[in-house]
């Protein structure tokens, strides 16, 4: 229990100095957000469905 503890509080402490550290930046960012998240959709779609290479028909893919 003492280490979930520590850890909650050391991630608490990383999280303030991420976010006062870098406020500057993600101020420059936040106009750019709509965008990144728009490139990132094709990206996931090529990692996630590893680019549609493969056609399934369902019973290949479960591999249980």
């Not at 500057?24 to 990132?40: G, K, R, S, T």
Request: include cysteine.
């Amino acid at each position: 229990m003492r280490t979930k503890i520590a850890l909650v509080v050391f991630l608490a402490i990383a999280g303030y100095f991420l976010v006062t550290e870098h406020s500057a930046h993600l101020a420059l960012a936040i106009p750019y957000l709509p965008w990144l998240l728009l490139l990132a959709c094709p990206l996931m779609h090529l990692f996630m469905h590893h680019g549609h290479s493969e056609r399934d028909t369902g019973s290949q893919h479960n591999h249980h």
